[in-house]
């Protein structure tokens, strides 16, 4: 794990969350279809900021912040989903929910101050 990147860190643990919600929903709810999408949404989080840590470049870094953006919504919509039809009770909803929205909120300030600072890089070229 990064130690010390607060992103890789809490989608790591997001990641961790998400596998032991769909082993439980597999064994105990024998639910695969929409906990699968939740699964694959929910581990691709942290994948792609791992990718964008390793970046060739600040367009690959953008590119990959912003499917770990796209895929922490995708998360939360799942989860909406499992708890509206009845699959996912509301204090375990109310939790993931929170670790879903912080993430979605320190991953969005990443990717706004990177496209910021890829503007002004750009910019100052063209000075």
């Known amino acids: ?3 010390g990147n607060v992103v890789a860190e809490k989608s790591y643990a997001l990641a961790l969350r998400i596998i032991n919600l769909y082993k439980y929903f597999i ?14 949404s929910g581990t691709s989080i942290g994948a792609n900021i791992e990718e964008a840590l390793g970046a060739q470049s600040k367009k690959d870094f953008i590119s ?22 009845g699959y996912l009770k509301e204090t375990q909803f109310l939790s993931m929910m929170e670790d ?10 990443i990717l706004l101050t990177s496209k910021s600072n890829a503007t002004e890089d750009q910019n100052s070229v063209h000075s």
């Not at 064994?27 to 694959?40: D, F």
């Open 27 to 40: 064994e105990e709810k024998k639910e695969w279809i929409i906990t699968k999408q939740l699964l694959r």
């Open 100 to 109: 879903c929205s912080e993430l979605n909120r320190i991953i969005s300030s």
């Open 64 to 85: 990959k912040i912003s499917i770990s953006y796209k895929e922490t919504r995708e998360t939360m919509y799942w989860l909406r989903l499992l708890k509206d039809a």
């Open 1 to 3: 794990m990064n130690s």
